[in-house]
Protein backbone atom coordinates (compact mmCIF):
# COMPACT_ATOMS: atom_id res chain seq x y z
CA UNK A 1 0.00 0.00 0.00
CA UNK A 2 1.11 3.17 -0.89
CA UNK A 3 2.01 5.94 1.60
CA UNK A 4 -0.19 9.02 1.43
CA UNK A 5 1.11 12.05 2.32
CA UNK A 6 -0.08 15.08 3.78
CA UNK A 7 0.75 18.40 2.07
CA UNK A 8 2.23 19.55 5.13
CA UNK A 9 4.32 15.94 5.49
CA UNK A 10 5.09 16.29 1.61
CA UNK A 11 6.32 20.24 2.41
CA UNK A 12 8.16 18.87 4.73
CA UNK A 13 9.73 15.61 3.36
CA UNK A 14 11.20 18.56 0.57
CA UNK A 15 14.15 19.49 3.11
CA UNK A 16 15.35 15.96 3.09
CA UNK A 17 14.93 15.35 -0.58
CA UNK A 18 15.58 18.41 -2.32
CA UNK A 19 19.52 17.76 -1.59
CA UNK A 20 19.22 14.28 -3.13
CA UNK A 21 17.33 15.12 -6.00
CA UNK A 22 19.77 18.44 -6.53
CA UNK A 23 22.70 15.64 -6.49
CA UNK A 24 20.58 13.41 -8.98
CA UNK A 25 19.99 16.12 -11.24
CA UNK A 26 23.46 17.44 -11.83
CA UNK A 27 24.42 13.27 -12.12
CA UNK A 28 22.04 13.17 -14.67
CA UNK A 29 23.27 16.19 -16.46
CA UNK A 30 26.93 15.24 -16.11
CA UNK A 31 25.33 11.64 -18.22
CA UNK A 32 23.69 13.47 -20.47
CA UNK A 33 26.75 15.87 -21.64
CA UNK A 34 28.73 12.81 -22.46
CA UNK A 35 25.74 10.96 -24.14
CA UNK A 36 27.41 11.21 -27.29
CA UNK A 37 30.56 9.72 -26.12
CA UNK A 38 29.10 6.69 -24.10
CA UNK A 39 28.04 4.57 -27.32
CA UNK A 40 31.90 5.22 -28.98
CA UNK A 41 33.09 4.20 -25.27
CA UNK A 42 31.01 0.84 -25.13
CA UNK A 43 31.70 -0.28 -28.39
CA UNK A 44 35.00 0.37 -27.70
CA UNK A 45 35.61 -1.92 -24.41
CA UNK A 46 33.40 -4.48 -25.29
CA UNK A 47 36.09 -6.02 -27.98
CA UNK A 48 39.51 -4.91 -25.36
CA UNK A 49 38.28 -5.92 -21.87
CA UNK A 50 36.89 -2.80 -20.61
CA UNK A 51 37.70 1.15 -20.08
CA UNK A 52 38.81 3.14 -17.25
CA UNK A 53 36.49 6.17 -18.23
CA UNK A 54 33.69 3.97 -18.86
CA UNK A 55 33.80 2.45 -15.05
CA UNK A 56 33.82 5.89 -13.86
CA UNK A 57 30.45 6.43 -15.54
CA UNK A 58 29.37 3.34 -14.57
CA UNK A 59 29.64 4.40 -10.57
CA UNK A 60 27.81 7.42 -11.37
CA UNK A 61 25.27 5.44 -13.08
CA UNK A 62 24.99 3.49 -9.74
CA UNK A 63 25.32 6.09 -7.25
CA UNK A 64 22.35 7.87 -9.29
CA UNK A 65 19.97 4.76 -9.09
CA UNK A 66 21.15 4.42 -5.25
CA UNK A 67 19.75 8.02 -4.96
CA UNK A 68 16.51 7.06 -7.07
CA UNK A 69 15.30 3.93 -4.79
CA UNK A 70 16.48 6.09 -1.59
CA UNK A 71 13.78 8.23 -2.93
CA UNK A 72 11.05 5.58 -3.77
CA UNK A 73 11.50 4.38 -0.61
CA UNK A 74 9.95 7.15 0.64
CA UNK A 75 6.83 6.48 -1.26
CA UNK A 76 8.06 9.87 -3.93
CA UNK A 77 8.16 9.02 -7.50
CA UNK A 78 10.54 10.70 -9.54
CA UNK A 79 8.79 11.85 -12.72
CA UNK A 80 11.38 13.78 -14.67
CA UNK A 81 14.83 14.48 -13.76
CA UNK A 82 15.65 17.48 -16.27
CA UNK A 83 13.61 19.72 -14.16
CA UNK A 84 13.26 17.97 -10.81
CA UNK A 85 9.77 16.85 -10.82
CA UNK A 86 8.51 14.65 -8.30
CA UNK A 87 5.39 13.79 -6.78
CA UNK A 88 3.95 12.34 -3.76
CA UNK A 89 0.90 10.06 -3.18
CA UNK A 90 -2.09 11.95 -1.12
CA UNK A 91 -5.89 11.34 -0.49
CA UNK A 92 -8.00 14.18 -1.75
CA UNK A 93 -12.43 13.00 -1.17
CA UNK A 94 -10.97 9.52 -0.37
CA UNK A 95 -9.48 8.81 -3.79
CA UNK A 96 -5.56 9.25 -4.66
CA UNK A 97 -3.77 12.02 -6.31
CA UNK A 98 0.06 13.39 -6.78
CA UNK A 99 1.01 16.47 -4.74
CA UNK A 100 3.14 17.73 -7.47
CA UNK A 101 6.50 19.40 -7.01
CA UNK A 102 9.37 20.73 -9.55
CA UNK A 103 12.70 21.65 -8.21
CA UNK A 104 12.53 25.51 -9.14
CA UNK A 105 9.42 25.50 -6.76
CA UNK A 106 9.98 26.38 -2.74
CA UNK A 107 6.66 24.55 -1.80
CA UNK A 108 4.63 22.16 -3.02
CA UNK A 109 1.45 24.43 -4.71
CA UNK A 110 -0.24 22.03 -6.89
CA UNK A 111 -1.35 18.61 -6.84
CA UNK A 112 -3.01 16.41 -10.29
CA UNK A 113 -5.05 13.46 -10.64
CA UNK A 114 -3.35 10.07 -11.07
CA UNK A 115 -3.82 9.59 -14.37
CA UNK A 116 -3.68 13.59 -15.68
CA UNK A 117 0.01 13.76 -15.69
CA UNK A 118 2.30 16.89 -15.24
CA UNK A 119 -0.38 19.11 -17.57
CA UNK A 120 -2.75 18.39 -15.65
CA UNK A 121 -1.85 20.25 -12.37
CA UNK A 122 -3.99 22.52 -10.41
CA UNK A 123 -3.34 25.09 -7.86
CA UNK A 124 -4.15 23.59 -4.12
CA UNK A 125 -6.85 25.30 -2.76
CA UNK A 126 -6.40 24.15 0.45
CA UNK A 127 -4.45 23.75 3.42
Request: hydrophobic share 40%; with cysteine; proline share 2%.
Amino acid sequence: MAKHYTLKEANETLEIVRPILKEMMDIGDKIRARQPELWSMVQKSAGNGGNPELSRLLVEFDHLDALLHQIQDMGIEVKDLTIGLIDFVALKDGREIYLCWKYDEGKIQFWHEIEAGFQGRQWIDWE
